[in-house]
Structures are given as structure tokens and as C-alpha cells.
């Protein structure tokens, strides 16, 4: 029973940082129709900036003490900002004069950013080659447990993280104004124009929020696994980025409750077979999730096939 | 000076020449219509006029200010409304939603509810169904849905695109007399259709478009008389 809580609980705080990440892939994919495979590195890139700013701030060299709170928040933002800094100019420069181009072009300049993002990184000035520790910025402690379910302050403060910007995040597409001009957009950029939406703008803003999304995902991965923090072009992004966007596609790409489920389901099958059955094979059972997904209900979980009206 | 003035319109699909030398005006006030067969260029006018297309030559004038090569979310806030071929609703949200994104450009809350209020009561049909998407609403609730959408802009100009294509006759007359109504109140009106015979009837101006080219222009009472409109769009002998 107590392993069953405790997995569950794991579960939800590595699957709560996956659906931060899938909703990046699944906004971008709901307005532009490409998959952005430079999502993964602009969560690598949020993850390194937190550990450049804890680490410039002196953070790391308070050892046993735990740094004042505000010193974590500090991060996360200055993350975020930077990440959505980052999203923006990378639609800007890269994605916009491709507007008009066949979906193919945009796809392979997404690979072309993310292997300039991964070697750029690698630059000395910037994070370098070698992998670092995470400052521990949040007290590594169990807050409380119940019925021997440890609940660690860093897994609380993940899923609370999370799901404050979910909220946010559905709160913004589904009961706002500009949310509403998202999802006119996402259905037809022409006729979402001739409503006096700035088309230009609502993507902008789309990738903005996906990548400040994933800077958080980045600043809470690095809190929960200070070790983890490898060298930007080590392949652990692309493929924490990989599982995310599986999760995107089992949730129902372009869907943004998709992926918020999908992450959840993701990481909470992913624990559950590392403890039930072999830690050695968790990718496995997120790749056969994603299997048996596409052959039951191919448009995703919370996806509709679509049907058009003539 | 007219509403909207089209001087010598030239645009290109690529290397496909769609419309040699357009020139047509829109009274305000007026009800506009311009007919031709498939493929003439009628959509392709309207795109022009709304930014969805950028002309290769010739000038737009909307009350006195170019706006050829503006992009349509400019035009929306100058008063210009397009309600596009294929009703263009989205289909994902509510007619609820879509109806508020027409009044997108506006902040003026109250003025908007009162637009909203005389929408629904041109349209009934759309309060019943303000919380369905607007995918599942019928071909002839769509094009309402359209139409009182580019109402709710509070345009000067509506440009409508073939509002009675798909659509079974009954519904083609109620559409049509509600085109005469919304005109009635105030609003100038750049109606595209291949239904030649009911668009001339609400009409004052008609133009005839073929390949590209404008062929003939004149009111329409005169169009609807004449023998070579009668022969090649009114299927009269």
C-alpha cells in the first residue's frame, strides 16, 4: 500500500513537469501544425540558466544552509524570462519568414535550432562541455508523511509549481480574450485575421508562453534531480523532450488539456513500471503507452478526429 | 467620393494572372453585387479588398485612404467586415465565441451588447444554439452565424461571400431578405454570388466579372434586363 501512495505521488510530480513541457508542443502544434524541435532545448536552455543564476548568486556556496526562499523563485523567473526571451526570438528569426513555406522547410529549420541551440550551449562562455550540479536551493527534506508516504518539499513544490501555471494556462486559453484569439487562430489564420486578430502577434505570444513553460519544467527538473544537469547537446534532452511531446500526442496533439492528461499519464506510467516491474526499461513503457494510444484512438486521448462540414 | 473605390486592380496567384485591371466603386449606403461564373474572380476581389491578398498593381480606396497591401486585421478596426466564401466559422468554439470575436476589435462593452441583442434578433436561430460549437450548427446556421459575426464589428462596409451557396431555397430567401434588412439600417453592402438572379434583385449596382476582367456594369434592375446577362447567368433564353 505505502509503495503503491509513494508511486503514485512520484508519479504525479515527474508527470506534472512532463505536461509542462508537452503544452509547448501541443500549443505550437495546435497554430503552426509543425512539431518545434527546439522545444527540448529551450527547456535544456531553462534548466542551465537557473543553474547559471544559482550559481552567479553565490547560492551554491551556501552548502548546509538552505538559501532564503526568495532565492528559488528568483530563479524560476529569471528562467522563464529568459526562455520566453529566447521563444520569441526564435519564431521571429527563424520560424516567421517561413510562413508561407511548405511545412517541410519549418521542420528541418526546427531540427537546424535545436542542434544550434545544443553546440551554442556547449560554448565555454555560456554552460560549457561538462556536466554540473544543481545548487540545492529548496531544503532537501520530507515536509510530511502520511501512511509512510514521504513528501518530499522539492515533489510538493514541483506539483504545486505546475499546476499553478496550468491553471494559469487554462485559465488564459479557455477564459480570456486573447485565449480566444488563440484558438481562432489555431483554426484558421485567415479568417482569424479578418476578426482583427493580429495573427503575427497571437504566435508570438503562443511561443512566448510554451517556452517560459518550459524554462519552468527546466528550473523544476534540475531542483528534483540536481545531479541530472548534463552538458546541453547530451542526448537526456532530446530525449526527456521526446517523451514529452509523446505525451502531447497522447493527450491529442493540439490539444491543450491533452497534455496537460498525457504528461500526467506519462510519468505516472513511467513510475509505475520502474517499481512494479524493472526501473531499466522506463522508457519502454512510455513508448508502448504512446503504441497502444495511436492504434485504439490514433487522434489521441482527448483529441476528436476531425470532421468538416461542406 | 465613394465608400470603396477598386482602380485598376491587378493580382497573381503565382503565375496565374486572376484579375486584369478590376475597377469598381461601392456607394455608401448602396447594395453592391458582383456575379460571374466559377473561377471569374469574384473571391479573389474580395480577398484583395479585405488584406487577405496583396495586389500586384492598381489602388483600394476605403473612405479616402489606401489601404491596398494593409493586412486584414488593420482594415477590421477602419470598418470593414468580410464574411468569407465557405462561412469560415470556428468550427472548435461556440457560437457564443464566434460571436464575440467579431466584436473583437471593439471595446466599447455596451455598445457591442446591443449589437449582439439585434444580431440574434436578425438571427433567433443562433440564441438557441449560443453554446453548441459552431461546427455542428447546419450549412444555412453557419452562414448566419458568419454574417451576424461581421455584424458585430459595427462595419461600414460588409463584404459577403456567395452567402447562398450550399443552401436550400428557402434559406437562400430568408438570407436575402435579411441582406436588404441589414442594409435598411445603414450598413453599405459588397455582395459576391453566382445566385446572379437574387443577387440582382437586392442589389442597386451590379458588375459582371469574367476571367479576370470586368465585362459590364450598370444598376442592376438594368443587368437583370439585359439579354446577355440573362443568357450566360440567369438561365434565360
Known amino acids: ?310 | 467620393m465613394a465608400l470603396l473605390e477598386i482602380c485598376d486592380l491587378d493580382v497573381h496567384y503565382g503565375a496565374i494572372h486572376a484579375l486584369k485591371g478590376v475597377t469598381l466603386s461601392v456607394e455608401a449606403g448602396q447594395i453592391v453585387t458582383l456575379i460571374g461564373g466559377n473561377g471569374a474572380g469574384k473571391t479573389t476581389t474580395l480577398r484583395a479588398i479585405s488584406g487577405l491578398l496583396t495586389p500586384s498593381a492598381g489602388q483600394i480606396t476605403f473612405d479616402g485612404k489606401r489601404i491596398d497591401g494593409r493586412p486584414p486585421h488593420e482594415l477590421v478596426r477602419l470598418g470593414l467586415a468580410h464574411a468569407p466564401e465557405g462561412r469560415g466559422v470556428f468550427a472548435n468554439l461556440t457560437v457564443d465565441e464566434n460571436l464575440d470575436l467579431g466584436a473583437y476589435t471593439r471595446k466599447d462593452a455596451a455598445g457591442v451588447a446591443a449589437d449582439r441583442d439585434k444580431v440574434l434578433r436578425l438571427f433567433p436561430r443562433l440564441r438557441e444554439r449560443l453554446l453548441q460549437p459552431a461546427g455542428t450548427l447546419s450549412g444555412g446556421e453557419q452562414q448566419m452565424l458568419a454574417i451576424g459575426r461581421a455584424l458585430l464589428a459595427r462595419p461600414r462596409l460588409l463584404l459577403l461571400d456567395e452567402p447562398s451557396l450550399g443552401l436550400a431555397p428557402q434559406v437562400v430567401r430568408t438570407i436575402f431578405d435579411i441582406i436588404r434588412e441589414i442594409n435598411a439600417a445603414g450598413t453599405t453592402i459588397l455582395l459576391v454570388e453566382q445566385n446572379a438572379h437574387m443577387a440582382l434583385r437586392v442589389a442597386h449596382m451590379g458588375y459582371v466579372l469574367e476571367v479576370g476582367r470586368i465585362v459590364m456594369a450598370d444598376r442592376a434592375s438594368v443587368l437583370a434586363a439585359s439579354d446577355d446577362v440573362r443568357k450566360a447567368y440567369l438561365g434565360g433564353h
Not at chain 1, 505521488?9 to 515527474?14: E, I, K, N, P, T
Not at chain 1, 532565492?71 to 528562467?79: D, E, I, Q, V
Not at chain 1, 529549420?109 to 560549457?128: H, K
Open chain 1, 1 to 310: 500500500m505505502t509503495k503503491l501512495l509513494q508511486t503514485l505521488f512520484d508519479g504525479l510530480a515527474v508527470g506534472s513537469l512532463y505536461a509542462l513541457i508537452a503544452l509547448g508542443y501541443t500549443m505550437v502544434y495546435g497554430i503552426l501544425q509543425f512539431i518545434n524541435f527546439a522545444h527540448s532545448d529551450v527547456f535544456m536552455t531553462g534548466a542551465w540558466v537557473a543553474y547559471v543564476v544559482a550559481a552567479t548568486a553565490g547560492w551554491a556556496a551556501l552548502g548546509g544552509d538552505a538559501p532564503p526562499l526568495y532565492a528559488g523563485l528568483f530563479t524560476l523567473f529569471a528562467s522563464m524570462l529568459f526562455c520566453a526571451i529566447l521563444g520569441f526570438g526564435i519564431e521571429r528569426l527563424a520560424y516567421r519568414p517561413l510562413r508561407k513555406a511548405p511545412r517541410l522547410n519549418v521542420l528541418i529549420t526546427a531540427i537546424g535550432i535545436s542542434l544550434f541551440l545544443e553546440n551554442i550551449g556547449q560554448r565555454p562562455e555560456l554552460f560549457g562541455t561538462q556536466p554540473q550540479k544543481m545548487p540545492q536551493l529548496l531544503p532537501d527534506t520530507t515536509l510530511f508523511t502520511i501512511a509512510d508516504v514521504n513528501f518530499r518539499v522539492v515533489d510538493l513544490t514541483v506539483i504545486a509549481v505546475a499546476l499553478v501555471l496550468m491553471a494559469v494556462l487554462q485559465w488564459l486559453v479557455f477564459h480570456t480574450r486573447l485565449g480566444r484569439a488563440m484558438r481562432a487562430v489555431s483554426h484558421n489564420f485567415s479568417v482569424a485575421s479578418l476578426m482583427g486578430i493580429n495573427v503575427d502577434a497571437v504566435i508570438s505570444f503562443t511561443f512566448v508562453v510554451g517556452s517560459a513553460m518550459a524554462a519552468a519544467a527546466g528550473f523544476l527538473y534540475v531542483m528534483k534531480y540536481p545531479g541530472a544537469l548534463k552538458q546541453p547537446a547530451d542526448s537526456t534532452w532530446i530525449l526527456l523532450g521526446l517523451k514529452c511531446f509523446v505525451a502531447a500526442v497522447i493527450g491529442g496533439i493540439g490539444n491543450v488539456r491533452g497534455a496537460m492528461l498525457g504528461g500526467v499519464l506519462i510519468g505516472l506510467m513511467e513510475m509505475f513500471g520502474a517499481a512494479y516491474l524493472s526501473p531499466h526499461m522506463r522508457d519502454i513503457y512510455v513508448f508502448s503507452l504512446l503504441i497502444i494510444v495511436l492504434l485504439v484512438r490514433p487522434a489521441g486521448l482527448l483529441g476528436r478526429a476531425t470532421v468538416e462540414k461542406v
